[in-house]
């Protein structure tokens, strides 16, 4: 038998008003939220998105996703 392994995972939670606004460089770094540096980022009011080569975290009104690489 084959070993199986699980080489990413994703995490989604939908929402009427999530506030994309948060998810700042700043608010991430303050609440050591990743512990890698993070690699990507992007902070718009529509929007926000972090990642670096462990995670990728995108927020925006009606969704919040987690995706884990490794």
């Not at 462990?54 to 009104?61: P, S």
């Given at each position: 038998?084959?070993?199986k392994k699980l080489d990413s995972t994703n995490v989604?939670?939908?929402a009427k008003s999530h506030n994309p606004t948060?998810?700042?460089k700043d608010w991430i770094i303050k609440?050591?939220?990743l512990e890698e540096p993070i690699t990507n980022f992007v902070?718009?009011?529509p929007?926000?998105?972090v990642e670096n080569n462990?995670?990728?975290?995108?927020?925006?009104?009606n969704r919040m996703?987690?995706?884990v690489k490794k």
């Open positions: 038998m084959s070993e989604v939670l939908l948060i998810v700042s609440k050591e939220v902070h718009t009011p929007f926000s998105m462990e995670l990728n975290i995108h927020v925006d009104l996703q987690i995706t």
